[in-house]
């Protein structure tokens, strides 16, 4: 049974940064595609990026690329998402996601594709 955790989340001003943290435990973390995805208040989930088991690949949605880094530390078994410039859409509560790949190298961005999800860390920007 694998079991993730986020947290991290918290209420900051828009401009601010905030750094979440995920981990994964019950199955080796190091091959494990991990993402992050977000619902805000009345609207679907959406993803917001992606890495690969290795950590050498990763995807962002357009409306956080550049302003948001994801990462992962494969010897601590956590997965970050570093988030600066924060803007009152951001707001959301964020879920961390694994999916078991076959190749490092592997990324998914499909919800559909992570079988394994946490219970979410609200992040709230104020204007």
């Known amino acids: 049974q694998v079991q993730v955790v986020e947290s991290g989340g918290d209420l900051v001003q828009a401009g601010g940064s905030l750094r979440l943290s995920c981990t994964a435990s019950?199955?080796?973390?190091?091959?494990?595609?991990m993402g992050w995805f977000r619902r805000a208040p009345g609207k679907e989930r959406a993803v917001v990026s992606s890495?690969?088991?290795?950590?050498?690949?990763?995807r962002y949605a357009d409306s956080v690329e550049g302003r948001f880094t994801i990462s992962r530390d494969n010897a601590e078994n956590r997965l970050y998402l570093q988030m600066t410039s924060l803007k009152p859409e951001d707001t959301a509560i964020y879920y961390c996601?694994?999916?078991?790949?076959?190749?490092?190298?592997?990324?998914?961005?499909?919800?559909?594709?992570?079988?394994?999800w946490g219970q979410g860390t609200q992040v709230t920007v104020s204007s």
């Open positions: 996601a694994a999916a078991r790949a076959s190749r490092a190298s592997y990324i998914y961005w499909d919800a559909s594709s992570f079988a394994y």
């Open positions: 019950g199955l080796a973390f190091a091959s494990l595609a």
């Open positions: 890495i690969s088991p290795s950590g050498g690949s990763t």
